[in-house]
C-alpha cells in the first residue's frame, strides 16, 4: 500500500476518501489488512505528511480509526476524546487538517456501547468528567422516542443518544466553522458522521 504524496493527495475527491475508508473497514470486518511496510512508511513521511481524512472519534481503546479503516502511517488524522464531543481545540484540528494539510473528508465517528454517553445517560457528576459529559446532554434532551428507563440499562436508548451525539457533532462542526462550512459547500471536503459497531466490527456511515 503506497504512502500518500501531495499528488496523490490532491487527486482525491471526497467520495474516493470516503471509499477509501469504505473500504479499509471491509478489510477490517474480513481480518485482511492491506500489506504496509510501516518502517518505509515512516520513512517516506518523515519530512512531510499529506492525509486524506481527518477522524474524530472516542477514546475508548477498541475504537482506534488506523485500525478500524486498515490505514498506515500518514494515512489520516485522528482525534481523540471521549464522546467524540466537539470543542474549540478539536474544531481548530479539523480546520488544520482540511484547510492547511489538504484533507479532503471529515468524520464524526461514534461508538457502540460508550462509556461516556452512557455517563451521560446516568447524570454521573465526577470532577472534570461532569464538564465533558455535559456536552452530550443536547442529543440526550433531543430523544424523544424513550418515555421510560432512560438510563444506560436501556441499551436502545443510550443507543439513539449515541447516533443523536453524532449528528449533532456534525452539524456543530459546520456550524461553529465558516472555513469548513464554505469547504464544504464549495465541494472540496465532505463532512459525515459514522457508528462502529463494537460487536461486528463494521462502520455505518450517515452521509
Given at each position: 500500500?503506497?504512502?500518500?504524496?501531495?499528488?496523490?493527495?490532491?487527486?482525491?475527491?471526497?467520495?474516493?476518501a470516503l471509499t477509501?475508508l469504505?473500504?479499509?473497514?471491509?478489510?477490517?470486518?474480513?481480518?485482511i489488512?492491506?500489506?504496509?511496510?510501516?518502517?518505509?512508511?515512516?520513512?517516506d513521511?518523515?519530512?512531510?505528511?499529506?492525509?486524506?481524512?481527518?477522524?474524530?472519534?472516542?477514546?475508548?481503546?477498541?475504537?482506534?480509526a488506523?485500525l478500524?479503516?486498515?490505514q498506515g502511517l500518514?494515512?489520516i488524522?485522528?482525534?481523540?476524546i471521549?464522546?467524540?464531543i466537539?470543542n474549540?481545540?478539536?474544531?481548530?484540528?479539523?480546520?488544520f487538517?482540511c484547510?492547511?494539510?489538504?484533507?479532503?473528508?471529515i468524520?464524526v465517528?461514534g461508538?457502540?456501547?460508550?462509556g461516556a454517553?452512557?455517563?451521560?445517560?446516568?447524570?454521573i457528576?465526577?470532577?472534570h468528567i461532569?464538564t465533558?459529559?455535559?456536552?452530550v446532554k443536547p442529543a440526550?434532551?433531543?430523544?424523544k422516542?424513550?418515555?421510560?428507563e432512560r438510563?444506560?440499562k436501556?441499551?436502545?436508548?443510550?443507543e439513539n443518544v449515541?447516533?443523536?451525539?453524532?449528528t449533532l457533532?456534525?452539524?456543530k462542526?459546520?456550524?461553529?466553522?465558516?472555513?469548513?462550512n464554505e469547504m464544504?459547500?464549495?465541494?472540496?471536503?465532505k463532512?459525515?458522521?459514522?457508528?462502529?459497531?463494537?460487536?461486528?466490527g463494521?462502520?455505518?456511515?450517515y452521509?
Amino acid at each position: 500500500m503506497r504512502t500518500h504524496t501531495k499528488a496523490t493527495q490532491d487527486e482525491l475527491t471526497p467520495e474516493m476518501a470516503l471509499t477509501i475508508l469504505k473500504e479499509g473497514n471491509e478489510r477490517f470486518v474480513n481480518n485482511i489488512k492491506a500489506h504496509r511496510d510501516l518502517l518505509q512508511q515512516a520513512n517516506d513521511t518523515s519530512s512531510g505528511q499529506f492525509p486524506f481524512a481527518a477522524i474524530l472519534s472516542c477514546i475508548d481503546s477498541r475504537t482506534s480509526a488506523e485500525l478500524i479503516f486498515d490505514q498506515g502511517l500518514g494515512d489520516i488524522f485522528s482525534i481523540r476524546i471521549a464522546g467524540n464531543i466537539l470543542n474549540d481545540d478539536i474544531l481548530g484540528s479539523m480546520e488544520f487538517a482540511c484547510k492547511i494539510a489538504g484533507s479532503k473528508l471529515i468524520v464524526v465517528l461514534g461508538h457502540t456501547k460508550c462509556g461516556a454517553i452512557e455517563g451521560a445517560c446516568d447524570n454521573i457528576e465526577l470532577g472534570h468528567i461532569t464538564t465533558l459529559l455535559n456536552k452530550v446532554k443536547p442529543a440526550i434532551e433531543i430523544e424523544k422516542e424513550t418515555t421510560s428507563e432512560r438510563n444506560s440499562k436501556n441499551k436502545k436508548f443510550v443507543e439513539n443518544v449515541t447516533v443523536h451525539n453524532v449528528t449533532l457533532t456534525v452539524k456543530k462542526v459546520k456550524e461553529q466553522s465558516p472555513i469548513l462550512n464554505e469547504m464544504e459547500g464549495s465541494g472540496k471536503i465532505k463532512i459525515i458522521g459514522g457508528l462502529y459497531d463494537l460487536d461486528s466490527g463494521k462502520v455505518t456511515f450517515y452521509e
